[in-house]
């Protein structure tokens, strides 16, 4: 027992001196408690992105098929072929639609709900925004399939309401008695506009409610009609949670390859490429050399929402 009681002592002396270190140096605390993230993302995912970033100066020998393991940016040149630089320009004007279609359509829902909803409407609203994120990415995905397939309901409401002749006329829409919008660019964006949305309404509200109210009261005061009062006054000063959310909206249209492959038409984007030339194909060089792009452009992106204060939003 008292052998015991010696071992129970030693153990609480060796904690306590711990503790006391750790209370001395509180630095070395933060460092211990970072210190395995920090490897995580230092190991698995920096040395991931480095290693891809390696295969993207590597080249495939054309008639053996094999990777040559020689610096070259033989790879990177490829990119600029006119079938590949499509597959890039079509993405990045796909990213660009889908965030300003977002912007557009969640900037009136987010003024609402910072401006007006109340009590039950406020819990209303965030179950309304949040509750498409809990349902699974691919159910999401093939539901809209069937919504736009040409014997979903859109179609037949298009053709209850005689509107088809209006989208064939107007849009370039084939919705009745053409091809289904389940499988075409348009379905495409509606499906990234429908999946990427609450990643646009969440910021822009956040930062709408960090506007004054007094702020468009004052401005109203001095006389501004209410389309100065927001471009003047409110688009300014909530500008932060519009870039914010479309850093969401914008990177994660980039690097999506479902949408793209179930609702999509036969022209790639940059997700399918990946996967098509690193399977298929078995040409990973240039696999990479496609993944290196949207982390560019993401880069570039990043460096100019950070000089509009995009991050203060998040």
């Known amino acids: 027992m008292t052998e015991q009681s010696a071992i ?25 408690l970072i210190l395995p993230p920090a490897l995580w993302l230092g190991i698995i995912y920096l040395g991931s992105l480095f290693a891809l970033l390696a295969q993207s100066f590597f080249s495939v020998d054309e008639f053996s098929g094999l990777i040559q393991y020689e610096f070259t940016l033989k790879t990177y040149r490829e990119l600029l072929r006119p079938s590949n630089f499509d597959i890039i320009i079509r993405t990045v004007v796909m990213a660009a639609a889908v965030t300003l279609g977002a912007a557009i359509i969640g900037f009136p829902v987010a003024y609402y709900a910072a401006r007006y909803a109340r009590g039950k409407w406020r819990a209303i609203f965030y ?3 949040m509750l498409p994120l809990w349902s699974s990415y691919l159910v999401k995905v093939y539901s809209w399939k069937l919504i736009l397939a040409k014997e979903g309901i859109l179609n037949w409401l298009f053709e209850t309401l005689r509107l088809g002749w209006l989208l064939n006329a107007y849009l370039a829409i084939p919705v009745i008695g053409g091809n289904s919008l389940s499988v075409s660019t348009t379905g495409t964006f509606l499906v990234f506009l429908y999946v990427w949305l609450p990643f646009m309404i969440l910021p822009i509200q956040a ?71 690193q399977g298929t194909a078995g040409n990973i060089p240039l696999a990479a ?16 929402a950070k000089r509009q204060g995009a991050f203060d939003a998040l």
């Open 289 to 304: 050399a496609f993944a290196v792009v949207p982390i560019l452009l993401m880069a570039v992106y990043l460096w100019i």
């Open 127 to 129: 179950l309304g925004v």
């Open 8 to 32: 129970m002592d030693r153990q609480g002396g060796l904690m306590g001196r711990l503790s006391d270190a750790l209370w001395r140096k509180p630095g070395l605390l933060i460092f211990l």
């Open 207 to 277: 930062s709408l409610e960090r506007v004054p109210l007094s702020m468009l009261e004052a401005s109203g005061d001095l006389g501004a009609r209410p389309a100065q009062t927001f471009r003047h006054v409110l688009l300014p000063l909530a500008l932060p949670g519009v870039i914010a959310g479309s850093i969401f909206t914008f990177s994660l249209t980039l690097g999506d390859y479902i949408v793209p492959q179930i609702i999509g038409s036969s022209r790639r984007f940059i997700g399918q490429a990946v996967y098509a030339y």
